[in-house]
């Protein structure tokens, strides 16, 4: 009988950088303190100039390898999810695998799906672990993420990884359920050649986020049996601080279930890392025996959907590297809209 | 090995000199020296030059000097170790003519600089530093001689005030040096309020981007003495030596050990000891590498190079006069020419004829030219006969 | 700058990697063929140490055209806690917060790229501890 197949180790990374929803607002002349509320957001965090979504992956993709204490050698797969991969061909993996000292017998992919390419990533890896096909298998959520300059969009995009390692052996928190539910749904996108998404404004509510969170929650509910008041952690997407505290509402979850996985309101919409981040802010703080749900939403439209259980060993590997309170907690550098627009390449110096 | 001596100078101004091409000004140069030295041919040639090829795409340049200059199929070779190109050149030189294999050695150095724009100039100068070490992390010349700077002023407080001081000097100098680039007179204040290139070096505490060409010719010292136009100076002493290429290999961030190391090997040649020199043409590409490099050559007690110009130990008329050409900082910073000017300068004092600029009883010189940020150093220390 | 050369570069951009000396112990990075310390030619390569200080420190404000867009940036010789010595840019500081001696850890960062179309270098700059 097999061990069952679960998180083994798991690590955060969000940059120093913030930018207030009020400063944003300033800089285009728009009422900030009606964003703000309306937003539910206060800051975002920002990546500097020489960070993009493959230096966030290789600190949190180490940060998970030092909490399960896993040898590179030994996994088998890198997935990263992001809608800022910095090539459009050559994958992020490869970098992220030579940086972490796998060996060259791997299988990588980037992937994207707006806001779920994370949890997609988290999706095959733990099929492939289940395929008996690796022994590890590491899923990043990672994004820097833009929104055209004067779009309310730059309200909420914001940086920061989670990443995951997927196995049988020493695993801090089982995968008992998953599902993935997906339809032709053009709330958000973005052409090839474009460096900014356009986007359905309402229309990435209800006919996208809620929609595809709503059903996919449901049918895990039906799917695993259980009910909400099983779970002690909650977690959906957080494109804004009102959308997943409505969510969770919708389905009877309380403000208590979903508090340790929102974090939207302190750093923004992480897109791809997201809810990865808000699952690693749950793992730092749940305790064995709990049980965590899982949905996130990709624009275009989709959403996954998780039901972990966590295990004893959460104790012994919490402290191993920084928890996301850690890395909140550390001191941060408030930008100004300047400041920004350089860091973010919205402006830049006449190159030759 | 025979005695060696040089019998004849030359330079071209030093500045941005953009009607010049490169290979006018090694011709000039090398005209204006054999001309001083009265020969009517040479045996062979050295030129030192860091980067012809970055600054104007132009290597093979000993062949390209000796070819224009009508010098006939005689051997021309170019020497390189960055900035201390024209030194080399001239140690090159020095071999030649002691060994006995020529008698009559041309030693020059050039660079053409300024056809570049500045970024471009930038990154051909940090192909002195380790590339892929240091370069590739985005740290300049100034910002490795900056940080030199501040860990010399962490250790034996030395001050901008005083960096700035030695700005101040070269200047004064310059101010009597009709070849200078700048010759201007500038003030501590005017160092301090200029623009701050790395921390905590201003654009006033580095030398400026240049072209020229400086030339020497030697020959035996008993060949001298018999064709010699003017005052043959002798080169009683010759040191060269290296150091970890990169600054951050160095065991002690403040020190030049290949500074102290060719100086010693120098001065042991010669016979002689710091007190002797009358003066010394130094490498201040910056002003803190002239404060680090007389401690090395032990003009003053280490880590007590800081207060030598303000108070005015180095001055043209102080009891230890450095750089009174203008130095690096006034006269210009044509990278490959610079060792060979040295040589030109103190060849000039030594034979009495530095106009506003002489040092009284001048009859023993130094020169120290430098590559990189210490990599090399090759140090000349010349005598009146 | 050539994607070859960095590309050869990779274990001591991505890993870095360094040599110890089997004679004397000295920390070599990059790796090297001949110790500097005792000439000796055996070495064991392994990561460098994660944490060190800053030897000394410069902000650069007039950079070449490959940097040109992060001035002012700080530059520094660091000293690892294995004794390992490195040049690194030291980022997520104000110029005016660098200290002498500051403590620091290195993180993983992009270095530089040729304008928009070229290759993306990755290495690591020093952060404070």
Avoid at chain 1, 2 to 15: D, L, R, S
Wanted: overall charge neutral.
């Amino acid at each position: 009988m097999k061990n069952a197949v679960g998180i083994v180790g798991y690590g955060a990374y969000i940059p120093r950088y913030r930018i207030k929803t009020s400063e944003v607002a300033r800089a285009w002349g728009w009422d900030a303190e009606a964003y703000r509320k309306g937003l539910g957001i206060q800051e975002k965090s920002v990546a500097a100039r020489d960070q993009d979504c493959i230096t966030l992956a290789v600190e949190a993709a180490r940060r998970a390898i030092r909490r399960g204490g896993t040898d590179p050698a030994k996994i088998g797969a890198i997935y990263i999810g992001s809608e800022s991969h910095p090539y459009a061909v050559k994958p992020s993996g490869t970098v992220v695998s030579e940086a972490i000292g796998t060996t060259r017998w791997i299988h990588t992919a980037d992937l994207e799906f707006a806001c779920k390419a994370g949890t997609e990533a988290m999706y095959l890896c733990s099929r492939l672990i289940e395929a008996g096909a690796a022994e590890c298998a590491l899923a990043i959520g990672s994004d820097t993420a833009q929104g055209a300059p004067g779009d309310p969009l730059e309200f909420a995009t914001a940086a920061g990884a989670a990443a995951f390692i997927f196995g049988r052996e020493g695993v801090v928190a089982t995968m008992d359920a998953s599902l993935s539910y997906t339809s032709d749904t053009p709330d958000f996108w973005r052409r090839e050649e474009e460096r900014f998404p356009r986007h359905g404004g309402r229309f990435t509510g209800e006919p996208g986020y809620f929609h595809h969170t709503m059903t996919a929650a449901r049918r895990l509910l039906e799917q695993t049996g259980l009910k909400v008041g099983d779970f002690a952690h909650a977690i959906f997407h957080q494109p804004n601080g009102k959308f997943p505290v409505r969510a969770g509402q919708m389905l009877g979850f309380s403000k208590e279930q979903c508090r340790a996985g929102l974090l939207s309101p302190r750093i923004g919409n992480v897109y791809s890392g997201s809810s990865p981040l808000g699952l690693c802010a749950v793992l730092d703080a749940a305790k064995p025996g709990q049980k965590i749900f899982m949905v996130s939403y990709g624009s275009g439209a989709g959403s996954d959907g998780f039901v972990f259980t966590v295990t004893d060993r959460i104790n012994e590997v919490r402290g191993r590297a920084p928890t996301v309170e850690e890395i909140l907690s550390q001191p941060t550098v408030h930008l100004d809209y300047t400041r920004y627009a350089r860091f973010r390449s919205k402006i830049a110096r006449e190159e030759d | 090995m025979r005695d060696v001596a040089i019998i004849g100078i030359g330079m071209t101004r030093f500045g941005e000199l953009w009607e010049i091409s490169l290979r006018d000004l090694m011709v000039e140069a090398c005209l204006k020296a054999i001309a001083d030295a009265g020969v009517d041919h040479v045996d062979s040639m050295y030129v030192g030059c860091m980067s012809s090829g970055l600054f104007v795409e132009q290597e093979h340049l000993a062949s390209l000097a000796s070819d224009f200059l009508g010098l006939g199929p005689i051997p021309a070779t170019r020497v390189e170790s960055a900035c201390a190109s024209g030194g080399l050149a001239v140690r090159s030189a020095f071999i030649e003519v002691a060994s006995g294999l020529s008698d009559i050695v041309l030693a020059m150095g050039v660079e053409k600089m300024t056809d570049l724009a500045g970024d471009a100039c930038t990154a051909a100068l940090a192909t002195a530093a380790d590339q892929d070490y240091e370069s590739f992390h985005g740290v300049t010349f100034p910002g490795l001689y900056a940080m030199i700077a501040r860990a010399h002023m962490e250790r034996y407080g030395t001050t901008s005030e005083q960096l700035a001081a030695t700005a101040v000097k070269n200047h004064a100098n310059g101010a009597l040096n009709p070849l200078a680039q700048f010759r201007n007179r500038i003030t501590i204040a005017d160092v301090l309020d200029s623009i701050m290139v790395a921390d905590p070096l201003h654009i006033l505490d580095c030398s400026p981007v240049s072209d020229g060409a400086a030339a020497a010719i030697l020959c035996p010292l008993d060949l001298a003495k018999k064709i010699a136009k003017k005052a043959p100076v002798r080169i009683a002493g010759v040191g060269h030596a290296t150091d970890s290429l990169a600054l951050y290999r160095r065991a002690d961030l403040t020190r030049l050990p290949a500074v102290e190391r060719s100086a010693q090997i120098a001065l042991q040649m010669a016979k002689r000891k710091p007190a002797d020199l009358h003066l010394a043409e130094v490498h201040d590409c910056f002003t803190i590498a002239e404060v680090c490099v007389i401690e090395e050559l032990s003009l003053v007690p280490r880590g007590q190079g800081g207060d030598a110009a303000r108070s005015g130990l180095t001055a043209r008329d102080g009891r230890s006069p450095v750089n009174t050409s203008g130095g690096l900082k006034s006269k210009g910073h044509p990278v490959g020419a610079t060792g060979v000017a040295q040589i030109h300068e103190v060849v000039t004092q030594l034979r009495g004829e530095a106009g506003e600029r002489q040092v009284r009883n001048a009859r023993i010189g130094l020169t120290q030219n430098m590559g990189g940020s210490g990599g090399s150093s090759v140090v000349h220390v010349l005598e009146a006969i | 700058m050539s994607t070859v050369r960095v590309w050869r570069e990779r274990r001591q951009r991505l890993l870095n990697e360094v040599a110890q000396c089997k004679g004397c112990g000295k920390m070599h990075y990059p790796p090297r063929q001949v110790c500097d310390g005792c000439r000796g030619r055996e070495f064991e390569t392994k990561p460098m140490a994660q944490s060190g200080k800053v030897l000394t420190y410069t902000v650069i404000r007039v950079a070449p055209p490959a940097f040109a867009q992060d001035v002012p940036y700080v530059v520094a010789v660091i000293e690892m806690d294995d004794t390992t010595r490195l040049t690194a840019q030291v980022a997520d500081v104000a110029p005016e917060e660098m200290k002498m001696g500051m403590k620091v850890r290195l993180e993983f960062r992009k270095i530089r790229s040729e304008g928009r179309t070229g290759v993306i270098v990755y290495a690591h700059k020093a952060v404070p501890a």
